[in-house]
C-alpha cells in the first residue's frame, strides 16, 4: 500500500472514532446526559452518563419511553411536556426547559434539557428526537442564594426607606426608582425622569452645593455624601441625604448611581437636641450652663449689666401641699411670666429647682427698680391651677451690677444670690441690690465661698473620699461587698466640713457635676484594679446637674478605659429629686447605664410624692428606702407599713431593697423579719476612708475561704 493510501486508510479510522468514541468521550468529559427518543417504536435511550447524573449505575434504571418522566418533579412534568409538544408540533424550533429530576439518594437534580427533531419521515413527520440534559443545580442554587440576597436588600432599603437613582451619561437619561419618586413627591408610572426634574426641586440656598456634590463623583471612585433640602410642589421642605458613586462603563461614558434618604425627621430632631441642650426641659428658658456661656460674653464685653438671681417663695410648700405635677404648673406658669414683662434684650434661665436668673445689659438702677417689681407682680399673678387655688407664690429677688470685664461668673451670681439671701432675710417677696458693705457676711455669699473652696480642694488634696458600707441583713459584709462612696471637705482650718454644708452649695453654684466627676475619676483611678479583682464594687451618687450632662457617659466610658475598673462593679444613685428636674435625662441614663451592666438604685425612695411613678418608669436593680421611714419604724406602725409595701413592690419587680439609716438593733431585726435584703447605716458601719474599706477588701478577698471572718 502506499503511503498515500495508508494516510486515506488513517484519516477514515480517525473520522471513524471522532464519530463514534470520540464524541461518546467528549459528553462523558462535559457531564452532558443524552437522550434518544424514536417516536415510531416509542423507546426512549439514555446515556450512561444521564443515568450517573441522578446517581444510578449501568443497569439499574429500567431504560422506558417515559423514565424521564417519572424521575420528574410533579411541579415540573406539565412544564416539561408542554416544551416537548410544542416543539414536535413545530411551534419552537427547539426544546429547552429547566426541571427537576430524582436523584437515587432522593434528592432533586435542576437540569437543563435541551433537544430537538432529527429525523423526519417522508412526509416531514417527526419521528426521532435527541437532546442532552446538563446538571444547574449550582446554578439555581445561586440564583436562589442570589433571590435572597435581593429580597433582604430590598427590605433593607424597604425598612430604611431609601431610594435607588442613577443617571446614564452618554444617554443624559436619569432613574428614579419607586421610593426616591415618593420622597419628592412625584406621581410617574416609569422610572425614567427628565435629566433637569431634579434640579428644579433644589431649596435655592442649597442648589449650588448639591450641584457641585453631585459632580464630584466623576473625579473619583469613592462616595460622597451630601445633605441639602428640596421643595415639593405642594410648598412642603424636606431635607434629604443622598450618597453618590460614578461606576465607569468600558461601552459607555459610565453613570453616577446614587441613593436618597428623607432625614427631615432627624434634621428636627438634630435641632430640638441643641435646643434642648440649652434649653430648660419644663419652662423653655435657658438652662445653667447656657446662661454661664451668655453672662461670660457679657460682661467680657466691659458693657456694664444687672444679674437678677429669683428665688421663689413658698414653692416647697406648694409642691408638698399640690404634688409635683402642680409644682410643674406654677414654674411655667412663673416663667411665661417672667418673659412676658421682660423687654427684648434681657436673657432668662432657669437655674434650677425654683431659681431663675436675669441677665439685663445696659441696666441702671431706675430700671432695675422697675424691672424687678414686674417680676415680682408676674410671679404673684402666675397660674397655680385649680388644685392650689387657695395658694399663692412670691418671689426674693437678688440684683448685682457688673461693670469689670474680669468678674467671674460664679462670682457675679454669688453677689446676686448674696442679695437674694438678704430680701428673703427682710421679709421676702421683694428685692435687694447687692452692697459689699450690707451683705458681705450673709449665708448666700458664705455659700459662693464654700462652692469656691470645694473646687480649690479637688486641686489641694482637701476633698477626701469616704465610704460606707451596704450589708446583706444578717450576713457578713464580705457577702455583698458593696460599698457607697461619700465625699468630706477639709476646711482650710483643718475642720472637716460635712457633705449636708458643701453639696448643697456645689449645687447652688453649678459645680456639682464637676464634683461629682472628681469623686468618679478619682475613686476608680485609685481602686480600679481592687474593683477588677472583684474585691469590692462601689456606688456613686449623681446630683441633678450632672445626670443632666450629655456627656457623662463618654466621661465615665473614658474613665472606665484608663483605670480597667469594670462597668459591673460600678453602680449609681440618682434621687427623685435628681430625675424630677430633668425626666428625660434620667431615663436616658438609666437605659444607658443598663446597656452597660452598670447597677442603677433609686435613692431616697419614698421621700417625694412621685416615688412610686419613677419606680414604674425607671427599670432600676435597687431601691433604697429613705432613712425617715427607717430611724422611727419600731415604733411607727405607719413606718412599718410604708416600708413593708415598698419592699413588696420592689421584690416583685425584682428590685433589691435596701434600707438607710439603720441605727438601732430593734430596726434591724423588723426590717429582716420583713425580707428587706440590704441595710446601710450606722449599726452596720460608720463611714471612713475609702481606702482602709478597700484596703481590707482586698487583703479579706485574698484569704482562703474558711478564714474570712
Given at each position: 500500500?502506499?503511503?498515500?493510501?495508508?494516510?486515506?486508510?488513517?484519516?477514515?479510522?480517525?473520522?471513524?472514532?471522532?464519530?463514534?468514541?470520540?464524541?461518546?468521550?467528549?459528553?462523558?468529559?462535559?457531564?452532558?446526559?443524552?437522550?434518544?427518543?424514536?417516536?415510531?417504536?416509542?423507546?426512549?435511550?439514555?446515556?450512561?452518563?444521564?443515568?450517573?447524573?441522578?446517581?444510578?449505575?449501568?443497569?439499574?434504571?429500567?431504560?422506558?419511553?417515559?423514565?424521564?418522566?417519572?424521575?420528574?418533579?410533579?411541579?415540573?412534568?406539565?412544564?416539561?411536556?408542554?416544551?416537548?409538544?410544542?416543539?414536535?408540533?413545530?411551534?419552537?424550533?427547539?426544546?429547552?426547559?429547566?426541571?427537576?429530576?430524582?436523584?437515587?439518594?432522593?434528592?432533586?437534580?435542576?437540569?437543563?434539557?435541551?433537544?430537538?427533531?432529527?429525523?423526519?419521515?417522508?412526509?416531514?413527520?417527526p419521528v426521532r428526537l435527541m437532546g442532552v440534559q446538563t446538571d444547574i443545580t449550582k446554578q439555581k442554587q445561586a440564583e436562589a442564594e442570589l433571590a435572597q440576597v435581593n429580597v433582604r436588600f430590598r427590605l433593607a432599603l424597604a425598612a430604611s426607606g431609601t431610594g435607588i437613582w442613577h443617571h446614564d451619561l452618554a444617554a443624559r437619561k436619569s432613574y428614579w426608582d419607586e421610593r426616591t419618586r415618593e420622597i419628592f413627591g412625584l406621581v410617574a408610572e416609569t422610572d425614567e425622569v427628565s435629566q433637569d426634574l431634579w434640579h428644579s426641586y433644589l431649596h435655592p440656598d442649597d442648589r449650588a452645593d448639591a450641584e457641585r456634590a453631585h459632580l464630584a463623583p466623576l473625579q473619583t471612585q469613592k462616595v460622597v455624601a451630601v445633605q441639602y433640602r428640596?421643595?415639593?410642589?405642594?410648598?412642603?421642605?424636606?431635607?434629604?441625604?443622598?450618597?453618590?458613586?460614578?461606576?465607569?462603563?468600558?461601552?459607555?461614558?459610565?453613570?453616577?448611581?446614587?441613593?436618597?434618604?428623607?432625614?427631615?425627621?432627624?434634621?428636627?430632631?438634630?435641632?430640638?437636641?441643641?435646643?434642648?441642650?440649652?434649653?430648660?426641659?419644663?419652662?423653655?428658658?435657658?438652662?445653667?450652663?447656657?446662661?454661664?456661656?451668655?453672662?461670660?460674653?457679657?460682661?467680657?464685653?466691659?458693657?456694664?449689666?444687672?444679674?437678677?438671681?429669683?428665688?421663689?417663695?413658698?414653692?416647697?410648700?406648694?409642691?408638698?401641699?399640690?404634688?409635683?405635677?402642680?409644682?410643674?404648673?406654677?414654674?411655667?406658669?412663673?416663667?411665661?411670666?417672667?418673659?412676658?414683662?421682660?423687654?427684648?434684650?434681657?436673657?432668662?434661665?432657669?437655674?434650677?429647682?425654683?431659681?431663675?436668673?436675669?441677665?439685663?445689659?445696659?441696666?441702671?438702677?431706675?430700671?432695675?427698680?422697675?424691672?424687678?417689681?414686674?417680676?415680682?407682680?408676674?410671679?404673684?399673678?402666675?397660674?397655680?391651677?385649680?388644685?392650689?387655688?387657695?395658694?399663692?407664690?412670691?418671689?426674693?429677688?437678688?440684683?448685682?451690677?457688673?461693670?469689670?470685664?474680669?468678674?467671674?461668673?460664679?462670682?457675679?451670681?454669688?453677689?446676686?444670690?448674696?442679695?437674694?439671701?438678704?430680701?428673703?432675710?427682710?421679709?421676702?417677696?421683694?428685692?435687694?441690690?447687692?452692697?459689699?458693705?450690707?451683705?458681705?457676711?450673709?449665708?448666700?455669699?458664705?455659700?459662693?465661698?464654700?462652692?469656691?473652696?470645694?473646687?480649690?480642694?479637688?486641686?489641694?488634696?482637701?476633698?477626701?473620699?469616704?465610704?460606707?458600707?451596704?450589708?446583706?441583713?444578717?450576713?457578713?459584709?464580705?457577702?455583698?461587698?458593696?460599698?457607697?462612696?461619700?465625699?468630706?471637705?477639709?476646711?482650710?482650718?483643718?475642720?472637716?466640713?460635712?457633705?449636708?454644708?458643701?453639696?448643697?452649695?456645689?449645687?447652688?453654684?453649678?459645680?456639682?457635676?464637676?464634683?461629682?466627676?472628681?469623686?468618679?475619676?478619682?475613686?476608680?483611678?485609685?481602686?480600679?484594679?481592687?474593683?477588677?479583682?472583684?474585691?469590692?464594687?462601689?456606688?456613686?451618687?449623681?446630683?441633678?446637674?450632672?445626670?443632666?450632662?450629655?456627656?457623662?457617659?463618654?466621661?465615665?466610658?473614658?474613665?472606665?478605659?484608663?483605670?480597667?475598673?469594670?462597668?459591673?462593679?460600678?453602680?449609681?444613685?440618682?434621687?427623685?429629686?435628681?430625675?424630677?428636674?430633668?425626666?428625660?435625662?434620667?431615663?436616658?441614663?438609666?437605659?444607658?447605664?443598663?446597656?452597660?451592666?452598670?447597677?442603677?438604685?433609686?435613692?431616697?425612695?419614698?421621700?417625694?410624692?412621685?416615688?412610686?411613678?419613677?419606680?414604674?418608669?425607671?427599670?432600676?436593680?435597687?431601691?433604697?428606702?429613705?432613712?425617715?421611714?427607717?430611724?422611727?419604724?419600731?415604733?411607727?406602725?405607719?413606718?412599718?407599713?410604708?416600708?413593708?409595701?415598698?419592699?413588696?413592690?420592689?421584690?416583685?419587680?425584682?428590685?433589691?431593697?435596701?434600707?438607710?439609716?439603720?441605727?438601732?438593733?430593734?430596726?434591724?431585726?423588723?426590717?429582716?423579719?420583713?425580707?428587706?435584703?440590704?441595710?446601710?447605716?450606722?449599726?452596720?458601719?460608720?463611714?471612713?476612708?475609702?481606702?482602709?474599706?478597700?484596703?481590707?477588701?482586698?487583703?479579706?478577698?485574698?484569704?482562703?475561704?474558711?478564714?474570712?471572718?
Amino acid at each position: 500500500m502506499s503511503g498515500d493510501g495508508a494516510g486515506e486508510v488513517q484519516g477514515m479510522a480517525d473520522k471513524k472514532d471522532r464519530n463514534g468514541e470520540f464524541w461518546e468521550l467528549a459528553l462523558e468529559r462535559a457531564h452532558l446526559g443524552v437522550w434518544d427518543w424514536d417516536l415510531r417504536s416509542g423507546d426512549c435511550f439514555y446515556s450512561a452518563m444521564w443515568s450517573q447524573m441522578l446517581g444510578y449505575g449501568e443497569g439499574e434504571l429500567v431504560e422506558a419511553s417515559d423514565l424521564w418522566l417519572q424521575l420528574t418533579h410533579p411541579d415540573d412534568r406539565e412544564r416539561a411536556v408542554a416544551s416537548g409538544e410544542r416543539h414536535i408540533a413545530g411551534l419552537t424550533d427547539s426544546i429547552e426547559t429547566e426541571l427537576r429530576l430524582k436523584h437515587k439518594s432522593g434528592h432533586w437534580v435542576w437540569v437543563l434539557d435541551r433537544g430537538g427533531v432529527v429525523e423526519r419521515d417522508a412526509e416531514g413527520r417527526p419521528v426521532r428526537l435527541m437532546g442532552v440534559q446538563t446538571d444547574i443545580t449550582k446554578q439555581k442554587q445561586a440564583e436562589a442564594e442570589l433571590a435572597q440576597v435581593n429580597v433582604r436588600f430590598r427590605l433593607a432599603l424597604a425598612a430604611s426607606g431609601t431610594g435607588i437613582w442613577h443617571h446614564d451619561l452618554a444617554a443624559r437619561k436619569s432613574y428614579w426608582d419607586e421610593r426616591t419618586r415618593e420622597i419628592f413627591g412625584l406621581v410617574a408610572e416609569t422610572d425614567e425622569v427628565s435629566q433637569d426634574l431634579w434640579h428644579s426641586y433644589l431649596h435655592p440656598d442649597d442648589r449650588a452645593d448639591a450641584e457641585r456634590a453631585h459632580l464630584a463623583p466623576l473625579q473619583t471612585q469613592k462616595v460622597v455624601a451630601v445633605q441639602y433640602r428640596i421643595i415639593k410642589r405642594d410648598g412642603e421642605i424636606r431635607h434629604v441625604e443622598s450618597l453618590i458613586r460614578f461606576i465607569a462603563d468600558a461601552q459607555s461614558s459610565g453613570q453616577i448611581l446614587g441613593t436618597v434618604r428623607d432625614i427631615t425627621e432627624a434634621k428636627q430632631r438634630e435641632q430640638e437636641l441643641a435646643h434642648a441642650a440649652r434649653h430648660d426641659a419644663l419652662t423653655g428658658l435657658l438652662n445653667r450652663a447656657a446662661f454661664d456661656r451668655l453672662l461670660a460674653e457679657h460682661i467680657a464685653t466691659a458693657r456694664p449689666l444687672a444679674v437678677f438671681y429669683v428665688d421663689l417663695d413658698y414653692f416647697k410648700a406648694l409642691n408638698d401641699f399640690a404634688g409635683h405635677a402642680t409644682g410643674d404648673l406654677a414654674l411655667k406658669s412663673v416663667a411665661e411670666g417672667i418673659l412676658g414683662c421682660l423687654p427684648p434684650s434681657v436673657h432668662a434661665a432657669r437655674l434650677g429647682g425654683d431659681e431663675f436668673a436675669l441677665l439685663v445689659p445696659d441696666c441702671d438702677a431706675a430700671q432695675a427698680e422697675r424691672l424687678a417689681g414686674a417680676v415680682l407682680a408676674a410671679v404673684r399673678d402666675a397660674d397655680l391651677g385649680s388644685t392650689a387655688a387657695s395658694r399663692k407664690l412670691a418671689a426674693s429677688i437678688g440684683i448685682a451690677f457688673v461693670s469689670d470685664e474680669n468678674t467671674a461668673v460664679a462670682d457675679a451670681l454669688a453677689c446676686a444670690d448674696d442679695a437674694c439671701y438678704a430680701a428673703k432675710a427682710a421679709g421676702r417677696n421683694r428685692f435687694a441690690v447687692f452692697s459689699h458693705e450690707t451683705t458681705s457676711g450673709s449665708s448666700g455669699l458664705n455659700a459662693a465661698r464654700l462652692a469656691a473652696d470645694t473646687v480649690d480642694a479637688m486641686d489641694d488634696g482637701r476633698l477626701k473620699l469616704f465610704g460606707q458600707e451596704i450589708h446583706r441583713l444578717g450576713k457578713p459584709w464580705q457577702e455583698s461587698r458593696h460599698v457607697e462612696v461619700l465625699a468630706r471637705l477639709a476646711g482650710r482650718n483643718g475642720r472637716l466640713i460635712p457633705p449636708g454644708e458643701f453639696i448643697p452649695a456645689a449645687e447652688r453654684f453649678g459645680v456639682a457635676s464637676r464634683l461629682d466627676r472628681w469623686i468618679i475619676r478619682t475613686a476608680l483611678s485609685l481602686h480600679g484594679p481592687a474593683l477588677k479583682s472583684g474585691a469590692l464594687t462601689l456606688g456613686f451618687n449623681l446630683s441633678a446637674q450632672t445626670l443632666s450632662d450629655p456627656q457623662l457617659w463618654d466621661f465615665v466610658d473614658a474613665v472606665i478605659d484608663e483605670t480597667g475598673a469594670p462597668h459591673s462593679g460600678i453602680g449609681f444613685e440618682i434621687t427623685e429629686t435628681a430625675a424630677v428636674t430633668n425626666f428625660a435625662a434620667a431615663e436616658q441614663f438609666v437605659r444607658k447605664a443598663r446597656e452597660r451592666r452598670c447597677r442603677v438604685s433609686l435613692d431616697d425612695f419614698g421621700a417625694g410624692m412621685s416615688s412610686f411613678e419613677y419606680l414604674r418608669r425607671f427599670p432600676v436593680d435597687a431601691i433604697k428606702i429613705d432613712g425617715s421611714f427607717i430611724e422611727h419604724i419600731a415604733e411607727s406602725g405607719f413606718d412599718r407599713e410604708i416600708v413593708s409595701a415598698i419592699s413588696g413592690i420592689a421584690r416583685s419587680l425584682g428590685c433589691s431593697v435596701v434600707a438607710e439609716k439603720i441605727e438601732e438593733q430593734d430596726a434591724l431585726d423588723i426590717l429582716r423579719d420583713m425580707g428587706v435584703a440590704f441595710g446601710q447605716g450606722f449599726l452596720l458601719h460608720r463611714p471612713e476612708p475609702l481606702d482602709a474599706i478597700v484596703a481590707r477588701a482586698g487583703v479579706q478577698a485574698a484569704l482562703p475561704a474558711g478564714r474570712r471572718a
